[in-house]
């Protein structure tokens, strides 16, 4: 099941640097968000921040309706304060959310097939039924024939297919893609982003950081350009990709076009 996807009242500093300057999003369950921007504008931390892997210092964060990693607390003097969740709550909340690197972060030690099945592993599904499942995604992602590969056998297009697999492998309800082409050789690109857009097709509900405006301009169905850590503008792709309105959006799609 996908879910949508809300961050409210945003804001994230590293240091006296604002990285995250007041972001909300209303992101609906089975859609396609695209989001660009310069090298620092954010992009990286607002995807961490969704899965909590960067907790905010202000604001929040909903996935179907659920706060992740923190609980809405009322103090006796009324006054109401976000608290962290325990850890295990929030582990338990992340593995319903898929989370694809630029650089793959694949186990080198496990094979792609043991890669895929860690995760369910792990959360008790019993090994024979994880590894049956994760053949399942490999041959979804077209590598069933290279399941008993290590990753430094694969070719980096074929290890993010593995990691794209293993990110579905607890069937998230969204997925979030950091630059998931940006490490490999321009010859991979397209496998990866085949896989990418039949993931878009099966209604999954996808962010992706990407620079490949013409793979937005034909997957998204929503595009947010951020810089300095804000929205700059946001809307359908022939909005934000054919007309922008902003001259820092028509300088950038200039500059990776
Ligand atoms: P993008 O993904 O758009 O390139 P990031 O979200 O990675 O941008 O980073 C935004 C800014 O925050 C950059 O200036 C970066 O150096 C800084 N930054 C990111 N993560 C950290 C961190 N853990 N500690 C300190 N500064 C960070
Ligand atoms: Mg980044």
């Avoid at 964060?61 to 992740?68: L, N």
């Avoid at 053949?135 to 290590?150: H, I, K, S, T």
């Avoid at 998230?172 to 490999?184: G, I, Q």
Wanted: glycine content about 10%.
């Amino acid at each position: 099941m996908s879910a949508s996807i809300a961050v409210a009242g945003a804001v994230k500093s590293f240091g006296d640097q604002r990285v995250i300057d007041g972001i909300d999003l209303e992101l609906a369950a089975g859609s396609v968000t695209v989001v660009l921007g310069p090298s620092g504008s954010g992009k990286s931390t607002l995807l961490r921040a969704i899965n909590h892997l960067e907790p905010l210092d202000r604001g929040v964060v909903t996935i179907g309706g659920e706060t992740i990693g923190v609980r809405l607390r009322t103090g006796r003097d009324g006054t109401q304060r976000y608290k962290e969740l325990p850890e295990r709550q929030i582990l338990r909340q992340r593995s319903r959310i898929g989370f694809v690197f630029q650089h793959f972060n694949l186990f080198p030690h496990l094979t792609a097939l043991e890669n895929v099945a860690e995760g369910p592993v792990a959360a008790g599904v019993s090994r024979p039924v994880a590894l049956r499942r994760a053949q399942d995604l490999l041959e979804r992602v077209g590598l069933g024939d290279r399941a008993g590969a290590r990753p430094r056998q694969l070719s980096g297009g074929q290890q993010q297919r593995v990691a794209i697999a293993r990110a579905l492998a607890l069937e998230p309800s969204v997925v979030l893609l950091d630059e998931p082409t940006s490490a490999l050789d321009p010859e991979l690109v397209g496998e990866v982003l085949g896989v990418i857009r039949s993931l878009a097709d099966s209604g999954t509900t996808l962010v992706i950081v990407t620079h490949e405006v013409a793979f937005a301009r034909e997957v998204a169905d929503h595009v947010v350009f951020l810089d300095h850590g804000r929205i700059v503008e946001q809307g359908p792709p022939a909005q934000v990709i054919d007309t922008p309105q902003h001259a820092r959006t028509r300088d950038f799609l200039a500059r990776v076009r």
